[in-house]
């Protein structure tokens, strides 16, 4: 009779235990706990991917620096920007670059785009041309170190002439940039920057103007994101034509980061958010809090 009770009780706890990986449990403090075969008990795994861009907190660092840094904070990619210490710039032999390259194929950090400083809203048509020219040799740099993408930007509206022919002029120049960028594989994205030409409708009407499919948006995190109909009117302006993401720190108590990453993860985001934050002496431990920070806001820590 004992033998028998001690043999369903070993029945019970191993159908009970069998199916907890489907039912949740009750933990010490009386509240259920999903729980999973999946590490944060259940919790979804982002399809968004966490990089850096170099303009700040890695500007100082060479190529192999912001390998380690990428690595040790667990950064799936980068962004380098032009001008900055690590030096991937357009004067790179054809060898330096299949070493950039190498690099970055070997390391498991993904390098996803380059970012430029070219604008095109200058009325001097041969400054344009100068800067559409600088541009595509960008790309091919790009295409060379295996990025596959290059952020540029318009950067104001000049005074002496109309906004309107302005944002067809930019858009003019991404068009044909575009159809460049597509020769190579290389996608141009239009970072959502500069006086007035942050305000996202404005953005929206130079990427119409565009009108190319290899041409989309680098949304920016900007408080303008927040002005006019409010941040949801602004994101649906773009929403469809988002490439890639910056952002600033995360802390910041003014601009919706939880809600930017729940709109990316309902329109099916899956490219990059970048942080684009300030150097620190520290920028290691600043990485980690930042992607813990980002993993919290999306429920998935």
Request: a positive charge.
């Amino acid at each position: 009779m004992v033998f028998r009770m001690k043999s369903n009780r070993r029945q019970f706890l191993k159908a009970a235990v069998a199916g907890l990986g489907a039912v949740p449990f009750i933990n010490g403090t009386g509240f259920a706990v999903e729980t999973s075969s999946n590490p944060g008990f259940g919790l979804k795994k982002p399809q968004m991917h966490l990089g850096m861009v170099t303009y700040e907190i890695g500007k100082d660092w060479d190529v192999p620096t912001i390998i380690k840094n990428c690595r040790a904070t667990k950064f799936e990619g980068v962004e380098l920007r032009t001008t900055h210490k690590h030096g991937v710039e357009v004067s790179l032999s054809k060898e330096q670059r299949a070493g950039v390259r190498k690099q970055f194929a070997d390391s498991g950090v993904e390098l996803m785009g380059l970012g430029s400083a070219f604008d095109y809203h200058t009325p001097n048509p041969a400054q344009l041309r100068k800067d559409i020219e600088a541009t595509k040799a960008y790309i091919l740099l790009a295409h060379d170190v295996g990025a596959p993408g290059v952020k540029v930007r318009p950067n104001a509206f000049p005074k002496e002439v109309s906004k309107e022919k302005t944002i067809e002029q930019i858009g003019r120049s991404l068009r044909e940039l575009g159809d460049f960028g597509a020769q190579y594989g290389i996608q141009i994205r239009l970072e959502v920057h500069g006086s007035e030409t942050n305000f996202v409708p404005n953005a929206k009407k130079i990427l119409d103007a565009a009108d190319h499919k290899n041409v989309g948006a680098c949304w920016n995190s900007n408080d303008s994101d927040l002005a006019g109909e409010g941040f949801d009117s602004n994101f649906n302006l773009l929403k469809d034509k988002i490439f890639s993401v910056h952002m600033r720190d995360l802390f910041l108590e003014n601009y919706p980061f939880r809600k930017l990453l729940t709109r990316l993860d309902e329109i099916g985001f899956n490219g990059y958010c970048l942080a684009e934050i300030p150097s620190s002496d520290d920028a290691v431990r600043v990485m980690k809090y930042y992607r813990a920070l980002w993993l919290a806001y999306q429920d998935a820590l």
